[in-house]
Protein backbone atom coordinates (compact mmCIF):
# COMPACT_ATOMS: atom_id res chain seq x y z
CA UNK A 1 0.00 0.00 0.00
CA UNK A 2 0.96 3.81 -0.35
CA UNK A 3 1.01 5.33 3.05
CA UNK A 4 0.70 8.97 3.29
CA UNK A 5 0.21 10.83 6.68
CA UNK A 6 -1.96 13.37 7.71
CA UNK A 7 -0.11 14.75 10.24
CA UNK A 8 3.73 15.49 10.35
CA UNK A 9 4.10 14.38 13.87
CA UNK A 10 3.05 10.93 12.59
CA UNK A 11 5.46 11.34 9.85
CA UNK A 12 8.38 12.49 11.97
CA UNK A 13 7.86 9.21 14.49
CA UNK A 14 8.19 7.15 11.39
CA UNK A 15 11.20 8.33 9.54
CA UNK A 16 12.85 9.77 12.69
CA UNK A 17 11.83 8.33 15.60
CA UNK A 18 10.51 11.22 17.40
CA UNK A 19 8.19 14.26 17.36
CA UNK A 20 9.37 17.50 17.36
CA UNK A 21 6.26 18.13 19.20
CA UNK A 22 6.77 17.50 22.96
CA UNK A 23 2.57 16.62 23.10
CA UNK A 24 3.83 13.59 21.25
CA UNK A 25 6.32 11.70 22.93
CA UNK A 26 5.82 8.31 23.25
CA UNK A 27 8.15 5.27 24.73
CA UNK A 28 10.84 3.93 22.75
CA UNK A 29 9.55 0.59 22.43
CA UNK A 30 5.92 1.72 21.49
CA UNK A 31 7.68 3.93 18.39
CA UNK A 32 9.73 0.64 17.64
CA UNK A 33 6.28 -0.87 16.66
CA UNK A 34 4.52 1.51 14.84
CA UNK A 35 7.26 1.64 12.69
CA UNK A 36 7.23 -2.11 12.78
CA UNK A 37 3.11 -2.01 11.71
CA UNK A 38 3.41 0.86 9.29
CA UNK A 39 6.02 -1.24 7.16
CA UNK A 40 3.44 -4.23 7.30
CA UNK A 41 0.68 -1.87 5.99
CA UNK A 42 3.57 -0.87 3.34
CA UNK A 43 3.98 -4.40 2.49
CA UNK A 44 0.40 -5.40 1.96
CA UNK A 45 -0.81 -5.26 -1.42
CA UNK A 46 -4.37 -4.38 -0.01
CA UNK A 47 -6.41 -3.96 3.33
CA UNK A 48 -7.77 -8.09 2.58
CA UNK A 49 -3.70 -8.92 3.18
CA UNK A 50 -3.60 -7.29 6.81
CA UNK A 51 -6.60 -10.16 7.01
CA UNK A 52 -4.35 -12.88 8.34
CA UNK A 53 -2.08 -10.90 10.52
CA UNK A 54 -3.61 -11.71 13.62
CA UNK A 55 -1.21 -9.42 15.73
CA UNK A 56 -2.93 -6.24 13.93
CA UNK A 57 -6.41 -6.99 14.54
CA UNK A 58 -7.64 -5.44 11.95
CA UNK A 59 -11.01 -3.55 12.47
CA UNK A 60 -13.48 -0.95 10.53
CA UNK A 61 -14.62 1.48 13.95
CA UNK A 62 -18.05 2.10 14.47
CA UNK A 63 -19.74 5.22 16.22
CA UNK A 64 -18.28 8.44 15.77
CA UNK A 65 -15.45 6.88 14.23
CA UNK A 66 -17.70 5.43 11.74
CA UNK A 67 -15.04 5.19 8.48
CA UNK A 68 -11.77 4.97 9.80
CA UNK A 69 -10.30 1.66 10.10
CA UNK A 70 -7.53 0.68 12.76
CA UNK A 71 -4.53 -2.11 13.08
CA UNK A 72 -3.00 -2.87 16.42
CA UNK A 73 0.36 -1.46 17.41
CA UNK A 74 0.32 -3.10 20.82
CA UNK A 75 -2.12 -4.03 23.40
CA UNK A 76 -3.03 -0.22 24.12
CA UNK A 77 -2.07 1.74 21.16
CA UNK A 78 -3.47 1.68 17.71
CA UNK A 79 -2.44 3.29 14.25
CA UNK A 80 -6.38 4.66 13.13
CA UNK A 81 -6.48 5.63 8.92
CA UNK A 82 -8.33 6.02 6.31
CA UNK A 83 -7.83 3.81 2.86
CA UNK A 84 -8.80 4.12 -0.45
CA UNK A 85 -8.32 2.56 -3.84
CA UNK A 86 -7.51 4.21 -7.22
CA UNK A 87 -6.96 2.98 -10.38
CA UNK A 88 -7.96 0.75 -12.74
CA UNK A 89 -8.94 -2.96 -12.79
CA UNK A 90 -5.05 -3.92 -13.25
CA UNK A 91 -3.12 -1.16 -11.82
CA UNK A 92 -4.97 -0.44 -8.72
CA UNK A 93 -3.40 1.14 -5.54
CA UNK A 94 -4.29 1.31 -2.08
CA UNK A 95 -4.07 4.45 -0.43
CA UNK A 96 -3.57 4.24 3.57
CA UNK A 97 -3.41 8.02 5.27
CA UNK A 98 -2.67 7.46 8.69
CA UNK A 99 -4.60 9.69 10.95
CA UNK A 100 -3.65 8.85 14.33
CA UNK A 101 -1.30 6.64 16.52
CA UNK A 102 -4.03 6.39 19.65
CA UNK A 103 -4.36 4.78 23.09
CA UNK A 104 -7.01 2.47 22.28
CA UNK A 105 -8.27 2.57 26.02
CA UNK A 106 -8.76 6.51 26.44
Given at each position: ?38 D??RV ?63
Open positions: MEITFTEDYLKELYEEGKAKNKKYRFQKDVIKKYKQTIKLAKNIEDLYPIKSLNYEKLIGDKKGIESVRVDKKYRIEFISSVEGEEHNTITICSIIDLSNHYS
